[in-house]
């Protein structure tokens, strides 16, 4: 069964407007929560962790045990966000697999 | 640091044939883990090392296997190559088994 839920493979976006990528997991316990960005022609990189509670480029991510959901905001896109973003929690330390990533939402930025 | 360095970046193959891809962890990390990157499937966890152990693995045919050696660094390989395994074959190290992973840039592996 899917883990990790990415429900939008595309995403467009008006710069200006907000962006809210959204990431639910079905997992017991805690996991760390990660998201990760692919910018174009450029590596695989973290962009933030829950843990940390910090904006990274205007980003934030809200952990909602209650819902499950670990979800990407950013009040007011800018055309430089256009990119590849996976959610991944470490579920490392329950005895599987590394991080385990979503699908992956493409996120467009309309001039 | 250097970062996360994966040989070759680009590598064409035919069905039936065997690859190896090799990774270099940043200095230090001792985990390296690989995944598969397809446009459909998005990431998928192929195998974790750790102090040159295979921590985990994940849910692919016995074709895919890997090593790490005593310098951390790591190799994949795949036999009996089939079209299907055409992916970008990512590399990233972290320095525990937990937390934040480093990325290569990837093996394109293109199966004709």
Redesign the interface.
Known sequence: AQRVTQPEKLLSVFKGAPVELKCNYSYSGSP?L?W?VQYSRQ????LL?HISRESIKGFTADLNKGETSFHLKKPFAQEEDSAMY?CAP?I??FG?????????TRLTIIP | KAGVTQTPRYLIKTRGQQVTLSCSPISGHRSVSWYQQTPGQGLQFLFEYFSETQRNKGNFPGRFSGRQFSNSRSEMNVSTLELGDSALYLCASSPKTSGELFFGEGSRLTVL
């Open positions: 760390e990660f990760y590596r695989l990189q973290l962790r996976y470490d490392s330390n599987n697999e590394k991080l385990t990533f979503g699908t992956g």
